[in-house]
T-cell receptor, first 114, second 110 residues
Framework: DGGITQSPKYLFRKEGQNVTLSCEQNLNHDAMYWYRQDPGQGLRLIYYSQIVNDFQKGDIAEGYSVSREKKESFPLTVTSAQKNPTAFYLC?????????????FGPGTRLTVL | GIQVEQSPPDLILQEGANSTLRCNFSDSVNNLQWFHQNPWGQLINLFYIPSGTKQNGRLSATTVATERYSLLYISSSQTTDSGVYFCAVEGLWNFNKFYFGSGTKLNVKP
């Protein structure tokens, strides 16, 4: 089946630990995105990538890092520098870089810091 | 960034009723999308509609780009329409950078 997969579905982390969230797509899409959603809020853009080996910061990139070594993969690392990481994290992709396209979302990862 | 305001924030409907959700945005946009988020958190794209009108079954959307707003119409609502509806926009000069509204939470009662 074509689509976007995220793993794990639930993730628990102790304070001070880095964790990496996985995002994979088999849609052959060029652009990929990471968003954060807090309870009762909309989505906020963390990072986006328009092409392999290139990515741009969104509005809330501090405390996060990404890589785009393969077209189909865009992992997000939540570092210990992120002061309030408990949230719902959503990955998305769209066919082409440069706008005018629909975004498709994965099922999300719920991260809880203990 | 672009400010996106959605109204109303909460909406309760009886099954079979119609509703209109509104999205106002503060700048010219290249892309506007409507999404539905189900109770499990999955976002589904409803419309890509930077301008004009589109219809898909009981749902339709209209964007008036010159006046910086978009409307989502839901007719003959069903309980499965419950969830949160988001509007997202991409500015004219900043491709791939999307801004989401805070959403409209819809509860359709049987």
């Amino acid at each position: 089946d074509g689509g976007i997969t995220q793993s794990p579905k639930y993730l628990f982390r102790k304070e001070g630990q880095n964790v990496t969230l996985s995002c994979e797509q088999n849609l052959n899409h060029d652009a990929m995105y990471w968003y954060r959603q807090d309870p009762g809020q909309g989505l906020r853009l963390i990072y986006y990538s328009q092409i392999v080996n290139d990515f741009q910061k969104g509005d809330i990139a501090e405390g996060y890092s990404v890589s785009r070594e393969k077209k189909e993969s865009f992992p997000l690392t939540v570092t210990s520098a992120q002061k309030n990481p408990t949230a719902f994290y959503l990955c998305a992709s769209s066919p082409r870089a440069g706008g005018t396209d629909t975004q498709y979302f994965g099922p999300g990862t719920r991260l809880t810091v203990l | 960034g672009i400010q996106v305001e959605q109204s109303p924030p909460d909406l309760i409907l009886q099954e079979g009723a119609n509703s209109t959700l509104r999205c106002n945005f503060s700048d010219s946009v290249n892309n506007l999308q409507w999404f539905h988020q189900n109770p499990w958190g999955q976002l589904i794209n409803l419309f890509y509609i930077p301008s004009g009108t589109k219809q898909n079954g009981r749902l339709s959307a209209t964007t008036v780009a010159t006046e910086r707003y978009s409307l989502l119409y839901i007719s003959s609502s069903q309980t499965t329409d419950s969830g949160v509806y988001f509007c997202a926009v991409e500015g004219l000069w900043n491709f791939n950078k999307f801004y989401f509204g805070s959403g409209t939470k819809l509860n359709v009662k049987p």
